[in-house]
């Protein structure tokens, strides 16, 4: 999605083209308005596709009208690389808030559809209307029948998915998602935040992997995530119908739900990532990973890529909860319960270091102030974390975290690139910030860390911005959370 974080410096451009300004008259300094206008509208259409790139929907058509000449790349599948109507970010704007988001996203995707490539459709409300025109499901049909050279498509869902919203909905959700996948089975279709409401019926995602199955939906699913809310009636249940998916490349799941066999025939057929949610549910459960999947005995294809990215939320974690795992990716400590103690930092290093690329933690807001325990050593912690992490990219640490810890980490870990945390939450001498020296040799002494410059986030910027794994599964936006969208 448009980041506020993203931005394309076209400085350097406009810096070339007067690089012997010194020596040829004829190169002046831009002065007027319209001089800025005129190589603004003259930049290389590559140079444009990547400004369009970070850009949202409507955007793209403000862009245009302002500079005219870049009306050849709207026209064009270059400027249309994405299309996604997440109205998240149009809140935001106000110059991008409307009344009619359905009928003015409807036309877009009427007028530039055929040159869309990746497609993604938030459905804000599964239940259907009298009036379907006025339902984010007429922006499923709208793809279906213009969207002719889609590579792949995704489908963000509301949370109040059910047996009976779905048989409502039959028509205008499954049939136009079929009709794509017959047009073009090489189109990729993602399922994200999948949330099926049946407490009452205690099958919950089974009752919805099978509908999905019956309407041969499922086998040409590519991402699933089914991991948000969901609820069974008792004891743990391995999901065998995740076999049926043989073009599933990416699964977001409850770690109960997977055992040894499960995981093999996914990793026979496409699977690549494996994010896996452990969570309250889990630990009531009593689920033991241990136990249900032994990962040493994975048997992977001759250069096949595997990655298995671990989420604890809500929950508390101890050391033997921490699996050994060769194809361990990332791992987030997210909202837990309890403290994060000496021992759980040194198991985490000791088991993962080996492997692990990324590790973020995470406090929510109803969490106690400090989320770490033995305070004393926790500088000499952080330092042991960072020496054994040996392939370590990316840190995130939402959370407080006092100076000295964060300084031995980065110092220590060889691999580190991406540090993100907060300015506001890092604590000296057990307070925030007092003044801008303290910031200032912060910086510093995390640059030198890093081997390139370096600062904190401030409040208003994006913290999950990593290149080393999908963020929309590894982190979830706590608005949505808080507007009840989970």
Same mark, same amino acid.
């Given at each position: 999605?448009?980041?506020?974080? +993203? ?12 690089? +012997? #300004?010194?020596?040829?008259? =004829? ?20 140079? *444009? ?35 996604? =109507? ?5 809140? @935001? ?40 025109? !006025? ?20 489908? %963000?869902?509301?949370? =109040? ?161 921490? $699996? ?12 837990? $319960? ?11 290093? !000791? ?6 690329? $990324?590790?973020?933690?995470?406090? #929510? ?8 325990? +033995? ?56 307070? *925030? ?34 290149? $080393? ?6 982190? @979830?936006?706590?608005?949505?959370? %808080?507007?009840?969208?989970?």
């Amino acid at each position: 999605m448009t980041d506020s974080t +993203d931005s394309v410096d076209v400085s350097d451009g406009l810096e070339e083209s007067c690089t +012997d #300004s010194a020596q040829n008259t =004829n190169c002046q300094v831009l002065h007027q308005p319209q001089d800025v206008e005129n190589l603004i509208n003259s930049l290389p259409d590559l140079v *444009v596709q990547t400004i369009f790139q970070y850009l949202y929907w409507k955007e793209k058509i403000f862009a245009t009208e302002v500079f005219q000449r870049w009306e050849r790349i709207l026209e064009s599948s270059l400027g249309w690389e994405r299309f996604e =109507n997440d109205r998240a970010y149009a809140h @935001e704007h106000e110059a991008l808030l409307s009344a009619h988001y359905v009928l003015e996203e409807a036309a877009c995707i009427a007028q530039y559809g055929q040159y869309f490539s990746h497609c993604v459709i938030w459905i804000h409300n599964f239940l259907p209307t009298d009036s379907p025109v !006025d339902t984010d499901f007429s922006i499923l049909k709208y793809v279906e029948l213009h969207c002719l050279r889609l590579k792949s498509l995704a489908i %963000y869902h509301p949370p =109040n998915l059910s047996s009976s919203a779905l048989t409502l909905s039959f028509k205008q959700y499954i049939a136009p998602l079929q009709n794509v996948l017959s047009s073009d089975s090489r189109v990729g279709l993602n399922f994200y935040r999948l949330l099926y409401s049946s407490v009452e019926a205690g099958t919950g995602v089974i009752d919805l992997l099978h509908f999905y199955h019956g309407h041969n939906i499922l086998a040409k699913i590519t991402s699933l995530d089914f991991s948000h809310g969901l609820i069974l009636a008792s004891g743990i249940q391995p999901l065998n119908i995740l076999t049926v998916c043989c073009s599933l490349r990416v699964l977001k799941c409850p770690v109960q739900n997977l055992n040894t066999a499960i995981v093999q025939q996914l990793l026979n057929k496409s699977l690549h990532d494996l994010y896996m949610v452990n969570d309250e549910h889990t630990l009531n459960l009593n689920y033991v990973e241990k136990s249900a999947i032994r990962w040493s005995q994975l048997v992977l294809r001759p250069h096949w890529s595997f990655k298995v990215h671990y989420i604890f939320k809500n929950r508390s974690v101890c050391p033997v909860h921490i $699996c050994p795992n060769p194809f361990a990716q990332s791992l987030v400590l997210d909202s837990l $319960c309890s403290s994060v103690s000496r021992a759980l930092l040194r198991c985490v290093a !000791d088991t993962y270091g080996p492997t692990l690329h $990324c590790m973020a933690f995470i406090l #929510s807001v109803w969490e106690p102030l400090m989320p770490f325990s +033995d305070l004393e050593d926790l500088a000499s912690n952080f330092k042991y974390l960072g020496v054994h992490m040996k392939q370590l990219q990316s840190a995130v640490f939402n959370l407080i975290i006092p100076s000295d810890a964060l300084i031995a980490f980065a110092l220590h870990a060889p691999r580190l690139t991406d540090l993100l945390v907060f300015q506001h939450k890092i604590f000296f001498n057990g307070r *925030v910030a007092v003044t801008e020296d303290q910031v200032t040799d912060l910086k510093q002494e995390v640059s030198v860390a890093l081997r390139a410059p370096w600062a904190p986030i401030k409040l208003d910027d994006s913290l999950y911005k990593l290149a $080393c794994c999908r963020q929309n599964l590894l982190f @979830e936006e706590n608005v949505n959370q %808080y507007e009840g969208f989970w």
